[in-house]
């Protein structure tokens, strides 16, 4: 017992505080968010606040066990997890449909999404492939896609088109750290871009298609579905400078915008805290970045590089585009912002995640090196 809590004291003592610091601020704020948001759409606010502060309290001791169990343990189970994702994907196909979507699985009276455990899964099994397989021939590159593009398509037959979006961008950003050969990721971007009116006009949901078409113009439908991102943009300019002060934000209070405690807790914050805020959440959100990614550089080891490269593309890429959705930047997916979005899937496999990055810091012995 006493040599555990020794091994524990010095994972502890080891561990980038700043990279857990920032997760840890954004993560209180966004209860603070979530708080005030669900109070004025349906006088929730008290109850989505105290789930989002258990799940939170969860998912730091959650985030605490892998460091204490490592990387090593999940890599090396990474190809049973793996299959275990593709099976409960596979099991939300026969769920009840949430909100047009498939996306669902309950047990014992708790729900959850199977698709973001699935990123886990997925950077822990392309860590091991990749760093086993070089993908620096067509051959290996033509397997390490063929990994990727089964929960791809499982999450696109639900239809999470956000999800599977997210998947091929950690993807991506894996396959570059692998030093995948410049011409072949080339190549995957156009044949992508070749595919996009394909996808368009023969896969795409009618209110998939319509969140695109807004997002070029939202006056099209401004009473539809440019609705959500007219008044999201609203939400975002009333902040002002300052904001409103928290609380006193009345988008979300006077029921105008849609899903303020999830998908647009960002209009939220702004209206709340404005732009001097935003540019603080920014701010936590680049250093905790440049901590990931600095990690990633200073390990030694390739599929630890690999690793902490996929979950830098999974919270880049989240980040970049729910706030860019709030602000009419970029098209309506749906996806959370890692760290305030409610939701105890999102936030239990954001810490996960970020249990895997602290570990491969702290096996590194990064902190002994002055960063």
Same mark, same amino acid.
């Given at each position: 017992?006493?040599?555990?809590?020794?091994?524990?004291?010095?994972?502890?003592?080891?561990?980038?505080?700043?990279?857990?610091?920032?997760?840890?601020?954004? *993560? $209180?704020?966004?209860?603070?968010?979530?708080?005030?948001?669900?109070?004025?759409?349906?006088?929730?606010?008290?109850?989505?606040?105290?789930?989002?502060?258990?799940?939170?309290?969860?998912?730091?001791?959650?985030?605490?066990?892998?460091?204490?169990?490592?990387?090593?343990? $999940?890599?090396?189970?990474?190809?049973?997890?793996?299959?275990?994702?593709?099976?409960? $994907?596979?099991?939300?196909?026969?769920?009840?449909?949430?909100?047009?979507?498939?996306?669902?699985?309950?047990?014992?009276?708790?729900?959850?999404?199977?698709?973001?455990?699935?990123?886990?899964?997925?950077?822990?099994?392309?860590?091991?492939?990749?760093?086993?397989?070089?993908?620096?021939?067509?051959?290996?590159?033509?397997?390490?896609?063929?990994?990727?593009?089964?929960?791809?398509?499982?999450?696109?037959?639900?239809?999470?088109?956000?999800?599977?979006?997210?998947?091929?961008?950690?993807?991506?950003?894996?396959?570059?750290?692998?030093?995948?050969?410049?011409?072949?990721?080339?190549?995957?971007?156009?044949?992508?871009?070749?595919?996009?009116?394909?996808?368009?006009?023969?896969?795409?949901?009618?209110?998939?298609?319509?969140?695109?078409?807004?997002?070029?113009?939202?006056?099209?439908?401004?009473?539809?579905?440019?609705?959500?991102?007219?008044? *999201?943009?609203?939400?975002?300019?009333?902040?002002?400078?300052?904001?409103?002060?928290?609380?006193?934000?009345?988008?979300?209070?006077?029921?105008?915008?849609?899903?303020?405690?999830?998908?647009?807790?960002?209009?939220?914050?702004?209206?709340?805290?404005?732009?001097?805020?935003?540019?603080?959440?920014?701010?936590?959100?680049?250093?905790?970045?440049?901590?990931?990614?600095?990690?990633?550089?200073?390990?030694?080891?390739?599929?630890?590089?690999?690793?902490?490269?996929?979950?830098?593309?999974?919270?880049?890429?989240?980040?970049?585009?729910?706030?860019?959705? *709030?602000?009419?930047?970029?098209?309506?997916?749906?996806?959370?912002?890692?760290?305030?979005?409610?939701?105890?899937?999102?936030?239990?496999?954001?810490?996960?995640?970020?249990?895997?990055?602290?570990?491969?810091?702290?096996?590194?012995?990064?902190?002994?090196?002055?960063?």
């Amino acid at each position: 017992m006493n040599s555990l809590w020794s091994s524990l004291k010095e994972d502890l003592s080891l561990t980038d505080w700043v990279m857990i610091s920032c997760a840890l601020i954004m *993560s $209180l704020w966004g209860v603070f968010c979530i708080y005030s948001a669900a109070a004025g759409s349906a006088g929730m606010g008290f109850d989505y606040a105290f789930r989002q502060t258990a799940w939170l309290i969860f998912s730091i001791i959650v985030m605490l066990m892998i460091m204490f169990v490592g990387h090593n343990k $999940l890599l090396e189970g990474a190809y049973p997890l793996y299959g275990l994702m593709l099976m409960l $994907l596979l099991l939300t196909l026969l769920a009840p449909k949430v909100k047009g979507a498939q996306s669902w699985l309950g047990f014992g009276g708790v729900r959850f999404q199977p698709s973001e455990f699935a990123k886990i899964s997925l950077i822990l099994t392309m860590s091991k492939f990749l760093s086993r397989y070089p993908p620096l021939d067509f051959k290996t590159f033509m397997a390490g896609l063929g990994v990727i593009m089964l929960p791809v398509s499982l999450v696109l037959i639900q239809p999470d088109a956000g999800s599977a979006i997210v998947y091929l961008v950690i993807s991506f950003g894996m396959l570059l750290a692998a030093g995948t050969p410049l011409k072949y990721l080339g190549s995957l971007i156009g044949l992508g871009l070749g595919t996009v009116p394909i996808l368009f006009f023969f896969f795409l949901k009618d209110y998939q298609k319509n969140r695109i078409l807004v997002f070029i113009d939202p006056m099209r439908d401004p009473l539809g579905a440019g609705y959500n991102v007219i008044q *999201s943009r609203i939400a975002v300019g009333s902040g002002g400078f300052s904001g409103k002060g928290f609380m006193m934000g009345t988008q979300s209070k006077l029921k105008f915008l849609p899903e303020p405690h999830t998908d647009f807790i960002f209009s939220v914050f702004s209206e709340e805290f404005g732009f001097i805020g935003g540019m603080i959440l920014i701010f936590l959100f680049t250093l905790l970045l440049f901590r990931i990614i600095l990690t990633g550089i200073r390990s030694k080891e390739r599929r630890c590089k690999i690793l902490v490269s996929g979950v830098a593309s999974w919270l880049w890429f989240q980040m970049f585009e729910s706030i860019g959705m *709030s602000i009419g930047l970029t098209p309506v997916t749906g996806l959370p912002l890692p760290f305030l979005s409610y939701g105890g899937s999102s936030l239990l496999a954001t810490f996960i995640a970020l249990g895997l990055v602290a570990s491969v810091y702290i096996e590194g012995g990064n902190s002994k090196n002055g960063f």
